[in-house]
């Protein structure tokens, strides 16, 4: 008994983690990952192959924990190859580039693939998801801004991180709270910690904002085909007032989709009869 007692001790003290990245093709994840691990940055594209395994170590207050990571190719070619490796992951880092939409617009697939591999066992709440913003030192082809994107994340319980594998910006700040969450959520019994996950708006506000930021006219911003009868506008527009009114609505970005939509509003229903 008594021989027990430290090992005991130290086997509390570390731990073994699996994260894996996730993000369409050349959006930056081996380049994040190779910034951290090897503080230096690729300017040349090298898509990964499959999968890329590494290891590292890091300290998270008293506890070592050594990080296996699977960096996943982004490419639609190697979805056989990757879907094997998403089982047992506590952590993700989603990855899209600020200046590519389509990339951005990709997360929801990303988070579909994952949870369709991991089957019924899937349980996302024990896995600690970080959105990395990537390429932020390319400002001028920026074209997903920062609320968007972190609308997006904390409205799923998500991190949310501006990052430059590039100029290494945000890149320690992020894999610091990434260990830092997934160790709370072992110390938590395998539960990413309640705080994290409440963020005082639904997900059901945050995407709407996204769709109306999103919208092409007023017909669209309102869900209702062109043509529609003011019965029509008045019902949709009296839906999504309820949803976003800034008195009920703290999602960022809730008073500008609000007024927006009154706008359309009265747009549509000036050229009604
Ligand atoms: P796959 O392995 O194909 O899924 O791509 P990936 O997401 O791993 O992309 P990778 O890290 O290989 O980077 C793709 C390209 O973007 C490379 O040419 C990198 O040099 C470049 N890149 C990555 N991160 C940044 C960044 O933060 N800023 C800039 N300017 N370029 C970056
Ligand atoms: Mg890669």
């Known amino acids: ?3 027990n007692a430290p090992k005991r001790r130290d086997s509390k003290k570390s731990l073994r983690v699996k994260v894996i990245s996730l993000g369409n093709a050349e959006v930056g994840k081996s380049c994040i990952i190779k910034r951290y691990c090897e503080k230096r940055f690729v300017p040349k594209y090298l898509a990964t192959i499959g999968i890329d395994y590494g290891v590292t170590k890091v300290q998270v207050r008293d506890r070592e924990i050594k990080v296996n990571i699977f960096d996943m190719a982004g490419h639609p070619f190697f979805y056989e190859v990757r879907n094997e490796f998403y089982k047992d992951s506590q952590g993700v880092l989603l990855v899209y580039d600020v200046g590519l939409r389509e990339s951005f617009d990709a997360l929801d697939s990303w988070l579909g693939e ?6 019924s066992q899937a349980n996302m709440d024990s896995i600690v ?3 990395c913003a990537n ?10 801004d920062e609320g968007e994107g972190r609308l997006w994340a904390e409205s799923r319980g ?4 501006e990052t430059s594998a590039q100029s290494g910006e945000g890149i320690n700040e992020m894999f610091q709270a990434f260990f830092s969450s997934i160790t709370d959520m072992c110390e938590n ?29 007023s017909w669209d911003m309102l869900g209702v085909k062109p043509g529609a009868t003011r019965e029509e506008v008045n019902k949709a ?5 309820v949803l976003l009114h800034p008195d009920k609505c703290v999602a960022p970005g809730s008073e500008d989709a609000f007024k927006a939509v009154v706008n359309a509003r009265t747009s549509l229903l000036k050229n009604i009869k």
């Open 1 to 3: 008994m008594e021989t």
């Open 114 to 119: 994952m949870k369709q591999e991991m089957g």
């Open 129 to 131: 998801f970080i959105v």
């Open 135 to 144: 390429k932020v030192d390319l400002t001028k082809r920026r074209v997903v």
């Open 158 to 161: 998500f991190h949310y991180f």
């Open 189 to 217: 019994g395998g539960k990413r910690p309640v705080s994290e996950v409440s963020v005082g708006f639904t997900k059901e506000q945050a995407d709407t904002i996204r769709r109306i930021r999103n919208s092409k006219d």
């Open 237 to 241: 527009y009296r839906k999504l007032a």
